[in-house]
C-alpha cells in the first residue's frame, strides 16, 4: 500500500508534526508513506516538495489578499480565515499517481485550492482527510469559538466586519465546499473524540464517514531522563520547582497566556513561599514578552526547533500547564506527558480525553484561574507525583504509540479501498 500524506508544511505547526509523525509511524508498520509538502525544510527522501515556482507564493498571497480586501483593509482576523480559493494542482505529479491512498491533512494557505481538492476526487484515488481543526467541516474558520452556524450552513459570519451578512463571504465558500462535497464520499478522521463529535453536526459533513485517531508520538524519543541532568542541559535551575508552559507563539490569545499569568500570580499570592521555591519557564516565541507578568521568577527560553532540547526541557519541568481556550488534540500535552510530566489543563476541546483527572494530571474548570492556579498547586504539592508520573507515561505507551495509531489509520485506508472497488 503506498499513501501520499498531503500537508503545508513538513515541520512547522502542530498539524506537520503531526502528519511527519504518522508518516514515520506507517513506515515502521510496513506502509509506503510519503509526505508531499509546499514547506520543504529537511533532506528526508520520503519528504518531498511541490516543485519549485513562483506561484507557489503567489497562492498565498493572492488567498491574503482578497481576505484583506473582505476584512476592509483590517489585518484583524486575517490569518483566522481560510477560502482556498488559490493553490496547487498536484495530480500531475508522479507521486500523486504512484499513491493508492491520498491522506490530506492541512491543506490551508496556498497548498491546496477547492479546486484542487476537487480534482484530486475526480482522480477516483480513495480519499482520507485527518482533521486537525474545524475548517474543513466549516466555511472559513479553524475554530468555530462557540460560533454553531455550521451545523446548518454558514453566513453571517462573526470574523468579518459588522458580523457578515446572509450572503457575506462564508456564505460563498460554504456553498463551494458543499457542492464539492455532495459528489464523492471521504473518510474523515478527527485526532479527538470532542472534534469528532464536532465534525458530525456539520452540515457539510452529513453524509461522509466521520471517525476518530488520535495523533501518534515516537516513545523512543520523547520519553522519561533524569531530571537534574535535563535541567542543566537547559540551564534551568535545579533546587526549584519548574511549571512549564510551551506554545509556538506563547502569545496566541487561543493558548491563553492570560489565564495562565492569571493562575500563576493567584498562586504566588496564595503561597508566598513559591517565590523563593519555583520559577516559571516559558518555550515559545515571544517569551520574553511575557515574563515581566508573571509573579515568580520566569526563565523565557524563546523558539526551540531542536528536538533533543525540547525533550530535555520537558524533563525539566515539574509540571506543564496547557490552559488553551480551544483545542484538538495538543502535541505539546502529548510530548509532556510522554516525558513523564503531569499536566494541567481547562476542560475544552481534546484535552479531558488525555489529561485523566488527578490521575495523570488535573483538569480545571473552563476559563477558571483559581482552579487552574489549584491544579498547579495540586501537582506541585499535594499529590502523588511518582504515581501522577508512571500514569502518564502508561496513557502515551497505550494510546499514543506508533503501533497502536498505525494499525488504525491502515484499517481507515482498507475500507476506503474497499468502498472505492465496491463502487467501480
Known amino acids: 500500500m503506498r499513501v501520499l500524506i498531503v500537508n503545508t508544511s513538513e515541520r512547522t505547526g502542530g498539524a506537520a508534526v503531526a502528519a511527519n509523525r504518522l508518516m514515520k509511524a506507517l513506515i515502521n508498520n510496513g ?20 516543485p519549485k515556482s513562483p506561484l507557489l507564493h503567489w497562492h498565498f498571497l493572492w488567498e ?25 494542482d498536484i495530480t500531475k505529479l508522479r507521486e500523486f499517481q504512484e499513491a493508492d491512498i491520498i491522506h490530506l491533512h492541512w491543506i490551508n494557505q496556498g497548498m491546496l485550492s477547492l479546486n484542487g481538492i476537487q480534482k484530486i476526487l475526480k482522480s477516483g484515488k480513495p480519499v482520507v482527510w485527518t482533521m486537525h481543526d474545524i475548517w474543513p467541516a466549516t466555511a472559513i474558520c479553524h475554530y468555530s469559538r ?15 466586519p459588522g458580523g457578515g451578512s446572509a450572503n457575506d463571504l462564508s456564505a460563498k465558500i460554504w456553498a463551494q465546499k458543499q457542492k464539492l462535497l455532495s459528489r464523492d464520499t471521504l473518510s474523515f478522521v478527527t485526532c479527538s473524540k470532542w472534534l469528532e463529535g464536532e465534525a458530525k453536526k456539520s452540515a457539510l459533513l452529513k453524509e ?14 520523547y520519553h522519561p531522563m533524569d531530571k537534574n541532568e535535563a535541567r542543566q542541559h537547559v540551564g534551568l535551575p ?22 495562565f499569568v492569571d493562575a500563576v500570580n493567584r498562586l504566588a499570592e496564595k503561597y508566598p ?25 520566569a526563565c523565557p527560553l524563546g523558539y526551540v526547533n531542536d528536538e533533543k532540547r525540547i525533550v530535555e526541557i520537558y524533563n525539566a519541568a515539574d509540571v506543564f500547564v496547557l490552559p488553551s481556550l480551544e483545542d484538538n488534540l495538543p502535541n505539546t500535552l502529548m510530548e509532556a506527558m510522554a516525558c513523564g510530566v503531569p499536566c494541567v489543563g481547562f476542560r475544552v476541546g481534546g484535552i479531558p480525553e488525555m489529561i485523566d483527572h488527578q490521575q495523570n494530571g488535573y483538569v480545571a474548570e473552563f476559563r477558571n484561574a483559581d482552579d487552574l492556579a489549584a491544579g498547579i498547586g495540586w501537582v506541585l504539592d499535594g499529590a502523588d507525583y511518582g504515581q501522577l508520573s508512571a500514569n502518564a507515561v502508561h496513557k502515551v505507551n497505550t494510546r499514543y504509540s506508533q503501533q497502536s495509531v498505525a494499525s488504525k489509520y491502515i484499517e481507515v485506508y482498507n475500507q476506503a479501498l474497499a468502498f472505492k472497488h465496491y463502487k467501480i
Open 146 to 160: 462557540g460560533c454553531s452556524a455550521f451545523t446548518s450552513g454558514c453566513h453571517h459570519c462573526g470574523l468579518l
Open 31 to 50: 506502509v509506503k508513506a510519503k509526505m508531499l509538502v509546499r514547506d520543504k525544510e529537511s533532506d528526508s527522501l520520503t519528504v518531498v516538495g511541490l
Open 238 to 259: 535545579s533546587d526549584k520547582q519548574v511549571i512549564l508552559f510551551v506554545s509556538q507563539r506563547v502569545t496566541d490569545q487561543r493558548k491563553g497566556m492570560a489565564y
Open 208 to 221: 461522509q464517514k466521520i471517525c476518530s485517531i488520535p495523533n501518534p508520538i515516537d516513545v523512543h524519543v
Open 64 to 88: 491574503r489578499f482578497v481576505i484583506f480586501c473582505r476584512l476592509h483593509f483590517s489585518r484583524q482576523h486575517l490569518f483566522e480565515i481560510d477560502i482556498a480559493n488559490a493553490g496547487s
Open 273 to 297: 513561599q513559591l517565590r523563593e521555591k519555583a520559577v516559571v519557564a516559558i518555550l515559545g516565541g515571544h517569551a520574553e514578552d511575557v515574563a515581566s507578568q508573571l509573579a515568580l521568577p
